[in-house]
Nanobody
């Protein structure tokens, strides 16, 4: 069982930045894939960014060039640096862990982009 706790959400003006963190604990094994998803009001949850255990990353087209996912395996933490935020980035952001068929979700952290 893997537990994930997100932090770093909040209210930010358009054009601003935030950094989300996801701290993992429990039975964490190498080879896992970590990701950030988001769910805006009235919309389906969507993949934002993913990072493999070796550091290979992939991003949704809507955030490419603005968001950066990274991980610190020693600290068991994944980050999402979000720059040039737009109102359409407003959503609850969720951390996700996957190793084979095993999946875990965090409780989510709210990001609101508004002036």
């Amino acid at each position: 069982q893997v537990q994930l706790v997100e932090s770093g959400g909040g209210l930010v003006q358009p054009g601003g930045s935030l950094r989300l963190s996801c701290a993992a604990s429990g039975s964490i094994f190498s080879g896992n894939v970590m990701a950030w998803y988001r769910q805006a009001p009235g919309k389906q949850r969507e993949l934002v960014a993913v990072i493999g255990s070796g550091g290979i990353t992939n991003y949704a087209d809507s955030v490419k060039g603005r968001f950066t996912i990274s991980r610190d395996n020693a600290k068991k933490t994944v980050y999402l640096q979000m720059n040039s935020l737009k109102p359409e980035d407003t959503a609850v952001y969720y951390c996700h862990y996957q190793l084979g068929p095993l999946r875990s979700w965090g409780q989510g952290t709210l990001v609101t982009v508004s002036s």
